[in-house]
């Protein structure tokens, strides 16, 4: 089955063109000049640009390492047996058959960029890794059938190395490669994994001064999850290879692979596995100690406990990293800023946190905003002759680089209506409460915080007035009468409000979280189901969609206009639609594949939205498509000290 890279669309093997679109199945487009370029090109043959798609493997040997721990000391040591493993004859490596633009695989897919290790290498640590060029992108691998259907794995097909990566791909972490592809092939083992190799190693940013102990905590806090996430599989020692410790665009923390911990055969005799919490405070230890980096006094006294058995869970460990990052803000600001009071969490709280770990906070540090991109687009739709949506954004960034510090800040407003009335009346009302908003909040919104509830509630009835009084004018009467929804997002920094008439839409997501709506629709269905009546009943009646409230039909006595206050704390992905997009379970259908992938900067969001219209086009196509989206990213604090 081949994929077309612009509609998705599957088509069969022999296809040349996509059957949806038209695409070419026989090239690939250099994302330089946009070229076409042959589908086993490594670059492109007009600006010499790197075309992939390009994968790094792993390839090993397919035999387990088997492990023993000494009663005495509980050390680990090499089951003899495997020792020719180790120490084996370099001249009969397997690794030798291949060479760079050799291809590993008897389909000829994927081909080598570069050459393996020498012989003795490759004898010494049983492995090798390197960069392949997929020389058939459009073909989706066996790996990838299964995961997208969602097919039971044969195990038997499977290489041991590849089933961590399947299994913990259902979690979705972004620290955790994607797995491509992974076969077994004679005595060898190959999985193909998402090339992270040229990211930047932990280490490299953590000697920096411009990393503040607010950051080290952060990722201290990740790596205990990731301990928790990692232990069901078996690959704790993933995060004890200071080289395998990446970061991302985020500079949050990833992993580059995984690392399966060997097998223990017989245990010491208190019956601890090797591995404890203990490697993670001596793993903390190292990363100080490369990096030449003074430990603050409470570090220094945390990995004590964490020796000592003082500290003995991960839930012990990420109370004291969250006590830790309190007591730094503390000292360097005279009141804990609300963000880091949330994440203290009301007393109240603290005992269910230790009960439940896996309700334990994603986040446990004060964030600021390092980052803010947004996109817009509306569309008439298939069915529609004219477009009575209309959006409005007015959006800054600013920022401040210092020697040791960068501080972004940002102000954002972003409105989206959809209008009711017909020619001349719909399309009046959206833009007419845009206008009004924007002008409202140039002229009162200039402080560093955002607006109170009380003068946004200020602007939508503004907004409604000057739709009333129009109406009123022309003398427009029963469905002549125009209006709009509205759907408006404020922010400042990592704050945001959201304020909503009607049955347009604000979702968030988030890596955690996954897609929610943050708004409710403002319609009959929804009336009754907050009086108690059940879902099915609601939306059984014939009016079920008529919407209860709207700008500029009715005066503000009758108009009550919903206003919510959200902290960001991690990084978000805020999406505001007309229904021409939210109907029928549109985004809750395809979130995973329109929406998650926009969270990483990496992703261009201007193209992601004009795929989002694309889906609204083929999913409804009813009516006017609408859409913004505001990517937000933070980063802990940076006010603590060293």
Known sequence: MLICPQCKFENPDS????????????????????????????FCHKCSAECGPIWWTIITQALPIVVSATAETGELIQNPENENIVNGDSDSSPFLKFAIDSYLDPQQRYRLLESLPTPEVTAANRFVKARVLDCQPYQVSPIEAMLQHETKIDTNTIPDLAKAYLELQVEMHPAIPKIHDAWQQDDLQVVLLEDRSDWPMLLDVWQKDTTSMLEILYWFYQMTQLWELLEGVGCRQSLLELSNLRLDEDQSLVLQRLYIEPLITELPQDGKQALTIKSLGQLWQNLFRESQRTQFGCVVQMLEDVESGNIQTLTQLQLRLQEMAAEIEEVSTAEISHSAANILQENAEVEDVIAKNDDAPTMVLSMQLNSLEYAAYTDVGRQRDHNEDYFGIDSQVHKLELPKNRVVTAQGLYILCDGMGGHAGGEVASELAVNTIRKYFQETWTDTELPRKESIRESVYLAN??????????????????????VMLLLQDNQAAIAHVGDSRLYCLTRKGGLEQLTIDHEVGQREIARGVEPSIAY????AYQLTQALGPRNENSLHPQVEFLDINEDMLLLLVSDGLSDNDCLETHWQTHLQPLLSSASNLEKGIQDLIE????????????????????????????
């Open 615 to 642: 889906l609204g086009n083929e999913h409804n196509g009813h009516d006017n498509i609408t859409a913004i989206l505001v990517r937000v990213k933070v980063r802990p604090s940076q006010q603590g000290f060293f």
């Open 540 to 543: 059984g009646r014939a009016d």
């Open 15 to 42: 296809n040349k063109f996509c059957q949806s679109c038209g695409t070419s199945l026989a090239h690939k487009i250099c994302p330089e000049c946009s070229a076409d370029v042959a589908l086993n090109a490594r």
């Open 465 to 486: 007035q000057a739709i009333y009084e129009l109406n009123q004018q022309e003398a427009r009467s029963g469905i002549g009468r125009m209006g709009t929804t509205l």
